[in-house]
């Protein structure tokens, strides 16, 4: 069984925080893709790729897998009625 993300008490309005690596992720990513829509060229991103596909790549592959799973789970659910 893959992790599930942690949610925690109150936040704003209706929302809840994540207490795992995927908010880290979000946090990397958003910072990491401000940064190339201002130096799009491969100069920039070569020596940044490892940091591109640590802390983004390999957490959003995760992340998609969980999905799949739970989609499954709930595609079986439906299915099974």
């Not at 809840?16 to 829509?37: C, P, V």
């Not at 790729?49 to 390999?58: C, E, G, M, P, Q």
Request: hydrophobic content about 40%; some cysteine; proline content about 4%.
């Amino acid at each position: 069984m893959l992790p599930r993300a942690k949610m925690r008490g109150k936040q704003k309005a209706g929302t809840a925080q994540m207490t795992d690596g995927f908010t880290q992720m979000i946090d990397d990513s958003n910072a990491f893709f401000t940064e190339l829509a201002a130096n799009n060229t491969k100069d920039w991103f070569t020596p940044r790729k490892d940091h591109y596909t640590a802390n983004i790549k390999k957490p959003a592959d995760l992340f998609a897998e969980i999905l799949a799973e739970d989609f499954s789970q709930i595609i079986l659910l439906k299915n099974s009625c």
